[in-house]
């Protein structure tokens, strides 16, 4: 997100300033009067001696009118915020400001409560919609369990991995190993390059138990870890960190726990990892316009006494209950709306500034969603729109085999990597919880079988200009007219 900084109010030179500046047009007209018959150094020295001292000092480079810690310090004591921190999503807050989350917080404690026993730790699987409080949940509470297991002489390791960004089981295994060098302050011990996984999973687990009595890994967007591989690399990874303990690879009690947005992802791992990754399976749902407000209410001390008017926290947890009751887009538009009021020099956040945060998330909710997703997902999306872009018929559902045949025929193209029908499908139905489109299943009469159906809740078109403004897929936009003909040659042969 980029961050807006209050605008100063104070200038140089700008046309108002040289307007009212004490010179007027007939005194400089004067002057150049004047000065017809001296040199140019005389003219122009004349009409300087003419400015007003304040001009003089705003164009001296070393004389500005105000500093820039002059105007960092103005900023700071006109803000609306006391502690901005807690209005960003990413922080780790206190339990006391854990809201509609009583179940799945008493789940994950009991969880873990052995560890300050010296017993043995079950894996967790938290999944639900983005934004439901699964990373609060889990951090805050491993935030406590390191601090009572100090008192009590255990160290507790807790390494955190967004599985996001790695590419392969390999990238995943050398971050997990620097994470856990990072935190203990030892040596990574392996090269990132030129040592095969294996090794590397073996200085992962000697870091481990000559530094933790026991360790939980945390393993956010697991999903997102697929590898170059139709056998997704995340089955590898849950498999190997899951029978860590049993092979005696790790001495002390250790427990994985995966997070995702994706509700069938056990469905996906394959039998190796299905039958030794067991986790107890905790479902966090949307938050409810109450909630939100809670939780907003909570964070209410983020702002100066009296910033906040009354319909400010109402009107913000509605707007967040629209969209699948993310608690992230509440805070987002909490800490916006502030930010809004301040650029108006305002010592109020108001409903107007809410509104405002609110366009603001419109005009760039896809934009921001779609061009931060993995390429795999990118290509798959694409091809989904392309279909009901270059279709010649009006197709108000976009057949899942039709966008199958588009992703291979893009992936070719561009020459990218190509994944299963199987791992296709959940690419596109995982935009469901981002309100990007909807699937259903439907049958297409006798004979004909039942099919798996998409439809759009974002234009195609703005999906397709977003998605070729990356680099990787970009290429594609020159072979508009072969895809537009590929997709009407597969439209027709599903149809007819």
């Given at each position: 997100?980029?961050?807006?900084?209050?605008e100063?109010e104070?200038g140089?030179?700008?046309?108002?300033?040289?307007a009212?500046?004490?010179?007027?047009?007939?005194?400089?007209?004067?002057?150049?009067s004047?000065?017809?018959?001296?040199?140019?150094?005389?003219?122009y020295?004349?009409?300087?001696?003419q400015?007003t001292?304040?001009?003089?000092?705003?164009?001296?480079?070393?004389?500005?009118?105000i500093?820039i810690?002059e105007?960092?310090?103005e900023?700071?004591?006109?803000?609306?915020?006391?502690?901005?921190?807690?209005?960003?999503?990413?922080?780790?807050i206190?339990?006391?400001?854990?809201?509609?989350?009583?179940?799945?917080?008493?789940?994950v404690?009991?969880?873990?409560?052995?560890?300050?026993e010296g017993g043995?730790?079950?894996?967790?699987?938290?999944?639900?919609?983005?934004?439901?409080?699964k990373?609060?949940?889990?951090?805050?509470?491993?935030k406590?369990v390191?601090?009572?297991?100090q008192s009590?002489?255990?160290t507790?390791?807790v390494v955190s991995?967004?599985?996001?960004?790695?590419?392969?089981l390999?990238?995943?295994v050398?971050?997990?190993?620097?994470e856990?060098a990072?935190?203990?302050g030892a040596?990574?011990?392996?090269p990132?390059s030129?040592?095969?996984t294996?090794?590397?999973?073996?200085?992962?687990?000697?870091?481990?138990?000559?530094?933790?009595d026991a360790?939980i890994?945390?393993?956010?967007?697991i999903?997102?870890?697929?590898g170059?591989?139709?056998?997704?690399?995340?089955?590898s990874l849950l498999y190997?960190l899951s029978r860590?303990?049993?092979l005696?690879?790790?001495e002390g009690?250790?427990?994985?726990t995966?997070?995702?947005?994706?509700?069938?992802?056990?469905?996906?791992?394959n039998?190796?990892?299905?039958?030794s990754y067991?986790?107890d399976?905790?479902?966090?749902?949307?938050?409810?316009?109450?909630?939100?407000?809670?939780?907003?209410?909570?964070?209410?001390?983020?702002f100066?006494?009296?910033?906040?008017?009354?319909?400010?926290?109402p009107l913000?947890?509605a707007?967040?209950s629209?969209t699948h009751?993310?608690?992230?887009?509440a805070?987002?538009?909490?800490?916006?709306?502030?930010?809004?009021?301040?650029?108006?020099?305002?010592?109020?956040?108001e409903?107007?500034d809410v509104?405002s945060?609110?366009?603001?998330?419109?005009?760039?909710r896809?934009?921001?969603h779609?061009?931060?997703?993995a390429t795999?997902?990118?290509?798959?999306?694409?091809a989904t729109?392309?279909?009901?872009?270059?279709?010649?018929?009006?197709?108000?559902?976009?057949p899942a085999?039709?966008?199958?045949?588009?992703y291979?025929?893009?992936?070719?193209?561009?020459?990218?990597?190509?994944?299963?029908?199987?791992?296709?499908?959940?690419?596109?139905?995982?935009q469901?919880?981002?309100g990007i489109?909807?699937?259903?299943?439907?049958?297409?009469?006798?004979?004909?079988?039942?099919h798996?159906?998409?439809?759009?809740?974002?234009?195609?078109?703005s999906?397709?200009?977003?998605?070729?403004?990356d680099?990787?897929?970009?290429?594609?936009?020159?072979?508009h007219?072969?895809?537009?003909?590929?997709?009407?040659?597969k439209?027709?042969a599903?149809?007819d």
């Amino acid at each position: 997100m980029v961050k807006d900084s209050p605008e100063s109010e104070t200038g140089g030179n700008s046309p108002e300033t040289m307007a009212t500046d004490g010179s007027s047009q007939d005194t400089l007209q004067g002057v150049e009067s004047s000065a017809q018959d001296q040199d140019d150094d005389d003219e122009y020295s004349s009409q300087e001696a003419q400015h007003t001292p304040a001009e003089s000092e705003s164009d001296d480079p070393e004389n500005t009118s105000i500093s820039i810690r002059e105007r960092f310090q103005e900023s700071s004591s006109t803000s609306v915020f006391v502690d901005k921190d807690l209005v960003r999503p990413s922080t780790i807050i206190d339990e006391d400001r854990i809201v509609g989350r009583d179940k799945q917080l008493e789940r994950v404690i009991d969880n873990l409560r052995p560890a300050l026993e010296g017993g043995g730790l079950p894996n967790m699987l938290l999944n639900g919609p983005s934004g439901t409080g699964k990373s609060l949940i889990i951090n805050a509470v491993c935030k406590q369990v390191v601090d009572l297991c100090q008192s009590q002489d255990v160290t507790f390791g807790v390494v955190s991995l967004n599985c996001e960004a790695p590419k392969s089981l390999d990238r995943a295994v050398y971050r997990l190993v620097g994470e856990v060098a990072d935190d203990v302050g030892a040596e990574v011990g392996v090269p990132e390059s030129g040592v095969s996984t294996d090794r590397k999973f073996e200085r992962l687990f000697e870091l481990i138990n000559e530094n933790y009595d026991a360790v939980i890994f945390i393993l956010d967007e697991i999903d997102l870890l697929k590898g170059p591989y139709d056998d997704p690399a995340y089955s590898s990874l849950l498999y190997q960190l899951s029978r860590a303990e049993n092979l005696g690879n790790i001495e002390g009690s250790v427990s994985v726990t995966a997070l995702t947005n994706y509700t069938n992802f056990m469905q996906d791992l394959n039998s190796r990892a299905e039958s030794s990754y067991n986790p107890d399976d905790i479902f966090f749902d949307d938050y409810d316009a109450n909630q939100l407000r809670a939780i907003l209410r909570n964070r209410k001390d983020a702002f100066k006494d009296g910033a906040l008017t009354d319909d400010v926290v109402p009107l913000v947890a509605a707007f967040g209950s629209q969209t699948h009751g993310d608690a992230r887009k509440a805070i987002d538009l909490f800490r916006w709306a502030g930010e809004f009021a301040e650029r108006r020099g305002s010592e109020t956040v108001e409903e107007e500034d809410v509104r405002s945060a609110q366009d603001k998330y419109d005009e760039n909710r896809t934009l921001r969603h779609i061009s931060g997703l993995a390429t795999q997902k990118k290509l798959a999306l694409y091809a989904t729109a392309a279909v009901e872009s270059f279709a010649k018929r009006d197709l108000s559902r976009i057949p899942a085999g039709v966008g199958w045949e588009i992703y291979k025929f893009v992936a070719d193209r561009i020459d990218a990597d190509q994944y299963s029908r199987e791992t296709y499908v959940n690419n596109v139905t995982e935009q469901e919880t981002y309100g990007i489109l909807s699937s259903e299943r439907r049958g297409r009469g006798r004979g004909r079988g039942v099919h798996m159906f998409f439809t759009l809740e974002e234009g195609a078109d703005s999906i397709i200009q977003t998605i070729e403004s990356d680099s990787r897929i970009g290429d594609i936009e020159s072979d508009h007219e072969m895809l537009r003909s590929v997709v009407r040659t597969k439209v027709q042969a599903f149809y007819d």
